[in-house]
């Protein structure tokens, strides 16, 4: 049980540590929604996704979580989407 518990105590130090990440994306997503609303283009630019998806799965030291890093970075780049287009329409209300 002593092992279970040094585990666990790791993941919420990295939990701790995506948190952190999570907000300074979210914090840039929004940045760069702001300039596409200036510049006049659109939120979605799957070739820029792909290529995101490609370089992380690239780095993954363990190919086997390949399909979870997609699905992860696809998740976490929706939630980006989510933001920049709730800022958008916010601007134009």
């Given amino acids: 049980m002593e092992e279970l518990e040094i585990l666990r105590k790791e993941i919420d130090k990295i939990d701790e540590q995506l948190v952190e990440l999570f907000e300074k994306r979210m914090e840039l997503a929004i940045k760069i929604g702001d300039i596409k609303k200036q510049k006049g283009m659109q939120i979605l630019d799957s070739q820029r996704e792909k290529a995101v998806i490609k370089n ?38």
């Fill in 56 to 93: 992380a799965i690239a780095h993954l030291k363990n190919k086997d979580l390949s399909d979870e890093l997609e699905a992860f970075l696809r998740n976490l780049m929706d939630s980006s989407k989510k933001i920049q287009q709730y800022r958008i329409k916010k601007a134009e209300d």
